[in-house]
């Protein structure tokens, strides 16, 4: 079974689309640009050369794809493969995935191990169960369509499906409608039908021409036939009363025998509402280029694993290794950032710890102060010294002799009269008496200007013209 | 070895190399926060060490100033007394004396005096300031007295710095 992984095409901006059938091939180169797929039909060949006829598309194509900026896809022939969709009685997709391969097996007329097979769809019903769209081939159906697409020149990366790409290629080009749809590619020597409801693929079919004898009309009935078998079932399976027909593919250019047909369908299945794709001679090599582009919509590539094209491994391998150098480039840049972080930090301690443990041994006059505790040690040797340097500073400091000289100058002038001063570092205490209580105010004033928190009490008075006082303080902190 | 499985080998060592930056980049993240803290503590204790440097190397100045003195001992006091204050009774008494820094020592001497003139008293107190070293008062108690005004009986405590 194909992983999603082994499907997917290098993420180029360019892919060549090859359609092949017996008696016409086309080409078509697709672009991706700013505004979009840019298309180029660069060969279309009919009759029985077809390979001369393709010479300058396979250099062009090989040239590009071994320079590693493109991509060929071409298709497996629906005649060759199938499309089923299945359901597994699980609300699980991964537990799905692993017993669909048994329920396809069931649907095969040959052994699973046989094929080349995969489920490019799957999705979870309502109803708890996994539906899932298979698309399978025989190995050697595979095998031998890479050899025809060799036998042109052509060595496609891709081996798409027909049906698939004739599908999504359809909604692409003529969005979906209400109602069912069935995409018809007439080839000159066979038929594809895919049909569908909206958006979602239903089944495909295919019909040669192989055997067909007679004249025009009577090959044209009995395709007409073949064609309403298929129609009938799918509309009475689906209950559908209606449909659209779109033609496609090589023959589809045609009119007159696009008419031709549609007036036979018409007779027998009235409610059929006819169109045509846009050059529909070149409509599946668009498909094919276009869907190797996007990769977006069921995407699918029968050269998977064994069958793997040698360029694709060389892509995978190509990936792996960008992915691992990248992984270990960036593994390497953190590592460098975090050893880099890491010094930096480390060199800022240590700078850190040598500052601290020499400022405190310069500040101790300690040979060595241990790790950790040099502010503590310091701290402490800081406050012994202090003790013993404060004379040192005092000395520097105004004494009190200021305070003292301002106190008996205040006295002189303002006829105060002190019976007691006494000063220390922190405490003063002045009696006396003075003339008015004014004075008094004076000297308190002054005292707190000098930086003391002074309280000045009145005493009783000793004669009528003096006032008794006293003044206590303290040195302001 | 093939080529794939090669290529797989080297996504692999990638991955493991992408994993061990990535965890080492987690282990760094986590401790970045202590490594920090303990830094900034670091820086702050530095920062509070060097501010005791600076005043510490105040002091350190204010001691050299004392040591580059001509002399390391203050003029005594009595001298001084009878010299510029002539007449005035004074008592000179030592009082305690307590370790200073190096060598230096810190004296207190008490003065007494008996009906000082204040003026002569501030006078005196000054004298005994501008000496070097430098005699400083510290405390001073002084009483009037009924005898005579602007005298008064005076107790002054001067404390200097001497080897």
Redesign the interface.
């Known amino acids: 079974m194909h992983k999603r992984s082994d499907i997917h095409l290098p993420p180029v901006r360019i892919a060549y689309g090859f359609d092949l059938s017996d008696g016409h091939a086309a080409v078509v180169r697709a672009r991706l640009t700013r505004g979009g797929v840019h298309t180029e039909t660069i060969a279309e060949a009919r009759g029985e050369n077809l390979k001369d006829a393709l010479t300058s598309a396979a250099q062009s194509a090989h040239a590009e794809v071994a320079l590693n900026r493109a991509v060929l896809s071409a298709a497996m022939p629906a005649k060759d493969s199938m499309v089923r969709w299945l359901e597994a009685p699980f609300p699980s997709v991964s537990k799905a995935r692993k017993v669909l391969p048994s329920l396809l097996d069931i649907e095969l007329p040959f052994p699973l191990e046989s094929c080349v097979f995969g489920f490019p769809h799957m999705e979870k019903t309502g109803e708890g169960r996994v539906r899932a769209l298979a698309v399978a081939a025989r190995r050697e159906h595979v095998e031998g369509r890479v050899a025809a697409c060799a036998e042109m020149n052509m060595d496609p990366q891709c081996l798409d499906h027909e049906g698939l790409a004739l599908w999504t290629q359809s909604l692409a080009e003529i969005p979906p409608s209400a109602g069912r749809r069935a995409v018809c590619y007439l080839g000159p020597d066979r038929t594809v039908w895919v049909l569908g409801d909206r958006d979602r693929i239903e089944s495909t079919h295919a019909s040669t021409m192989d055997g067909a004898t007679g004249d025009a009309e009577t090959r044209h009935r009995e395709w007409r036939d073949r064609a309403l078998r298929i129609l009938r079932t799918q509309m009475a399976s689906a209950g559908a009363t209606d449909m659209q027909w779109i033609w496609t593919g090589p023959a589809a250019a045609d009119t007159e025998r696009v008419r031709a047909l549609e007036s036979l369908l018409s007779e027998a299945q009235p409610n059929l509402r006819f169109g045509v794709h846009t050059d529909p001679s070149t409509f599946l090599a668009r498909a094919l280029a276009q869907r190797a582009l996007a990769q977006e919509i069921l995407p699918w590539n029968f050269r998977a694993d064994t069958l793997a094209h040698p360029v694709m491994q060389q892509w995978r391998d190509g990936a792996i290794r960008r992915a691992a150098w990248t992984a270990l480039a960036a593994g390497l840049i953190l590592c460098i950032v975090n050893f880099t972080f890491g010094a930096i930090l480390q060199a800022t301690q240590r700078q850190a710890d040598r500052a601290l443990a020499e400022t405190a041994r310069t500040l101790t006059g300690l040979p060595s102060v241990p790790r950790g505790q040099e502010r503590m040690v310091a701290e402490r040797v800081i406050d012994e010294q202090s003790t013993q340097l404060a004379p040192f500073l005092d000395a520097f400091q105004p004494g009190q002799t200021r305070t003292l000289r301002g106190i008996l100058r205040t006295a002189a002038a303002g006829g105060l009269h002190y019976e007691s001063v006494s000063l220390r570092r922190d405490q003063l205490l002045i009696q006396g008496t003075a003339g008015d209580w004014d004075a008094c105010e004076l000297l308190a004033d002054q005292l707190r200007d000098e930086g003391w928190d002074v309280h000045l009490d009145r005493q009783d008075a000793v004669a009528e013209e003096h006032v008794r006082f006293r003044l206590t303080g303290g040195r302001r902190s | 070895m093939s080529?794939?499985k090669t290529?797989?080998t080297?996504?692999a060592?990638?991955?493991?190399?992408?994993?061990?930056?990535?965890g080492?980049?987690v282990?760094?993240l986590r401790h970045?926060s202590p490594?920090r803290l303990?830094?900034d503590r670091?820086?702050a204790?530095?920062q509070?060490?060097?501010s005791?440097?600076e005043s510490?190397e105040?002091?350190?100045d204010?001691?050299r100033?004392?040591d580059a003195l001509p002399a390391q001992r203050p003029p005594e006091l009595a001298p001084l007394l009878r010299e510029h204050l002539p007449g005035i009774r004074a008592e000179v008494r030592r009082r305690e004396t307590a370790?200073?820094?190096g060598d230096?020592q810190?004296h207190r001497m008490e003065v007494s005096l008996d009906d000082v003139p204040?003026?002569r008293l501030?006078f005196f107190?000054?004298l005994a300031?501008t000496q070097r070293?430098?005699w400083?008062?510290?405390?001073?108690?002084?009483?009037?007295t009924d005898q005579r005004?602007g005298h008064?009986r005076a107790t002054v405590v001067f404390?200097a710095?001497s080897k």
């Open positions: 080529a794939p290529s797989r080297w996504l060592t990638g991955f493991i190399v992408l994993l061990i930056g990535a080492w980049t282990h760094s970045y490594h303990h830094l670091k820086l204790d530095l509070r060490i060097a005791y440097q510490h105040e002091k350190r204010a001691v100033a004392f370790a200073a820094w230096w810190v204040l003026e501030g107190i000054s300031e070293p430098p400083r008062l510290i405390e001073s108690n002084i009483r009037a005004p008064a404390e710095l």
